[in-house]
């Protein structure tokens, strides 16, 4: 089947749970509801295979052809999350192990071990079957590889294989065990290691061990599975030229950036509730800078989530609202999950499209409306992606991984403080960051946000980010930034690694921001109070942009910028309020170019998109609140046919493509 132009709306299906006579009723209701995708095979493996070296291809075949005569593309899914009964009883080797050394029982998910070489040969084994059965099969538009990769247990698997893979890694890493000392300081504690052998695996959860040996860890853990997806992603890459993807959850204990080198396609799940919807445009934003292809939002709520018990009933116009979402911020396809509720199992209390029943859930009017929508607004959709604004904002794994492990003041959460403190303001204010990693490239950016980055040795970060601010970037960097080696400890010859050094400041105290806050004078007239951390730095020669009014601090500087060749780094103390921290940024901002849709209320998302031959934006209301969008050009709303001009009324839970008039306005 040919690719679409506009984007999919489609959702996950079992057919594997259901009877075969059963699949044309679902694809009748599929095409009532105006579903364009299903995504098929994540859990199916001992459908797939119920026996070893017994295949069954047939029941799939139908189901993709079903699928394909109705005009319904597939997503086709590797099994590997859940292996069957008979491989883990005949190989009970593969299971995974916790911090405690019990193996995982069969019967859930993520239960056996990505690096474990006999789950390696069945997971080719099957993967590869796949391919040479679908491969080429017109119907498919993509692969999905396994489900939801993400480190087993607390501590990731501990079998006595990702033991001995560790140990190796951490050979080659140091070459020698006196390195490794050195670079973790082992000497205290009398930790200090006369082998790698005596390196104590695994780190349990009930130690208290040292944060450089859980960071280092846990970024293993991390490795092994970029490594199991790329493992399967080699194996389809044979067989398959349909972009191979693997679907991704809101956390930061993966590297997203290396997950996705060797990946065609970003796919992404999430299950937002009303309250906190605009996270997931955090996760969104992500995607967007991870492949120039737009994403797939692979898995989202209908209407309430759930797996034995039911939770989180939305209000109408969630679902549209929602599902609109990764469209506006450069995606191409949502999907929900899942189609037909389950009948039984983990997770029978989900919501879905249509019932165990097969009865049309209260929501099904609301999904054929974003299906018309989509369809409506497709080629301008098409045609057209987010515009870059030139702002971005960091996210690390690696720093999650530290601060996991080191949260360095009390009840520090590096993700929500990094997304309700600093991203929220900014889109709230109507800025339209890109969010990235520190491996990512800059040259399309004018304006970087560092905070809480704690080590700028990732990925050879600090060389690129000085040549970038060189050659005319605005870095702002801190709080607690630049503070730890790669290796999770501390600087001894100052509190930062480089900016000292680059910015010639003198950072000459350092205070928790628990249970105290101090007072921040801001060079506007602004007066409040920091947050998180406050370093006193002494300006040296740079630029002072706030003071310290109070507390042992006061007097030394709490923001200061330095001009570094054609650009300028502004290194913060402490984490500005929010008023604070917006009007520092479109100060900065406005020295290059850089400024928020003007006047949109901050409960509206506003997503300007550009193309060759044709531009606009998307709005979407996310509070359940009535918003107002001004707008300084003619468009027309492709969703309903009007033609908007000046301040437009945006009802709770609404959406608006709008498409500008491209001719040039005369009074004639």
Same mark, same amino acid.
């Given at each position: ?539 040296? *020669?740079? %630029? =002072?942009?706030? $003071?310290?009014?109070? !507390?042992?601090?006061?007097? @030394?500087?709490?923001?200061? &910028? ?26 900065? *901002?406005? %020295? =290059?170019?850089? $400024?928020?849709?003007? !006047?949109?209320?901050?409960? @509206?998302?506003?997503?300007? &998109? ?32 009007? $033609? ?25």
């Amino acid at each position: 089947m040919k690719r679409l132009n506009q984007p999919f709306l489609g959702a996950a299906y079992y057919p594997e749970d259901w009877p075969a006579e059963q699949v044309d009723g679902d694809i009748a209701l599929m095409l009532r509801a105006g579903m364009k995708v299903m995504r098929i095979g994540e859990f199916a493996w001992s459908r797939m295979e119920p026996e070893e070296g017994s295949y069954d291809w047939a029941w799939l075949h139908r189901v993709v052809n079903k699928l394909g005569k109705a005009g319904i593309a597939v997503i086709m899914c590797t099994p590997t999350c859940t292996p069957p009964a008979w491989l883990s009883q005949k190989h009970p080797e593969i299971l995974a192990v916790n911090d405690q050394g019990i193996p995982a029982q069969h019967g859930a998910r993520r239960h056996a071990c990505p690096t474990n070489p006999i789950y390696r040969k069945y997971v080719r084994r099957i993967v590869s079957r796949m391919g040479k059965e679908f491969g080429r099969d017109a119907n498919i538009i993509g692969w999905q590889i396994d489900n939801e990769l993400y480190p087993y247990g607390k501590r990731g698997c501990c079998c006595a294989h990702c033991q001995d893979t560790y140990r190796n890694q951490l050979r080659k890493q140091f070459g020698s065990v006196a390195a490794l000392n050195q670079a973790w300081g082992t000497n205290l504690w009398s930790q200090t290691y006369n082998d790698f052998s005596q390196v104590p695996l695994p780190p349990r959860a009930d130690t208290w061990h040292h944060p450089s040996l859980l960071t280092s860890w846990m970024q293993f853990q991390s490795r092994a599975y970029v490594d199991f997806s790329n493992y399967q992603a080699d194996i389809l890459h044979k067989y398959t030229r349909k972009p191979v993807g693997t679907d991704m959850m809101p956390y930061g204990a993966l590297n997203y950036y290396d997950v996705h080198r060797k990946l065609d396609i970003v796919q992404f799940n999430h299950y937002n509730s009303m309250e906190n919807l605009w996270e997931s445009s955090f996760w969104m934003d992500l995607c967007r800078s991870l492949k120039e292809r737009p994403f797939w939002n692979t898995e989202t709520a209908t209407c309430w989530n759930g797996s034995t018990m039911a939770n989180g009933v939305k209000k109408p116009g969630f679902n549209r609202v929602n599902s609109w979402m990764p469209i506006a911020l450069g995606g191409e396809a949502n999907l929900y999950w899942l189609w037909r509720a389950h009948w039984s199992g983990q997770e029978l209390m989900h919501g879905s499209v249509v019932s165990s029943c097969g009865r049309p859930l209260h929501i099904f009017d609301e999904v054929r409306e974003v299906a018309n929508g989509f369809s409506q607004a497709g080629e301008f959709l098409s045609s057209t992606r987010p515009s870059n604004s030139g702002l971005a904002l960091h996210f690390s794994g690696l720093a999650y991984s530290m601060f996991e492990f080191q949260p360095m003041v009390a009840g520090f959460n590096y993700l929500e403080k990094l997304k309700n403190s600093i991203y929220r303001p900014l889109i709230r204010a109507q800025f339209r960051p890109d969010v990235i990693d520190p491996a990512a490239d800059l040259d399309a950016y004018r304006l970087l946000l560092s905070p809480f980055l704690p080590t700028l040795e990732e990925a050879k970060f600090a060389d690129k980010v000085l040549e970038w601010v060189r050659a005319g970037g605005t870095w702002v960097v801190g709080p607690l930034s630049d503070i730890r080696t790669r290796e999770a400890c501390k600087y001894t010859h100052a509190p930062y690694g480089h900016l000292e050094a680059w910015t010639k400041i003198v950072c000459r105290y350092e205070l928790p921001g628990a249970p105290a806050d101090y007072q921040v004078r801001w060079n506007e007239g602004s007066s409040a109070l920091g947050s998180v951390w406050y370093d006193g730095l002494e300006p040296r *020669g740079a %630029e =002072v942009l706030a $003071l310290y009014a109070d !507390g042992p601090l006061a007097g @030394l500087a709490a923001a200061v &910028r330095q001009r570094i060749g054609q650009g300028q780094i502004v290194v913060l103390g402490t984490l500005p309020r929010e008023q604070e921290l917006v009007n520092l940024i479109g100060t900065l *901002g406005r %020295e =290059v170019d850089i $400024l928020p849709y003007a !006047g949109a209320s901050p409960n @509206l998302l506003v997503v300007p &998109r550009s193309g060759e031959n044709a531009a606009g934006l998307v709005a979407i209301e996310l509070e359940n609140q009535p918003a107002r969008l001004p707008l300084e050009r003619l468009a027309v709303d492709l969703l309903s046919g009007e $033609l908007c001009s000046g301040e437009v009324a945006m009802p709770p839970y609404s959406v608006r493509v709008l498409q500008y008039d491209l001719q040039p306005f005369t009074n004639e």
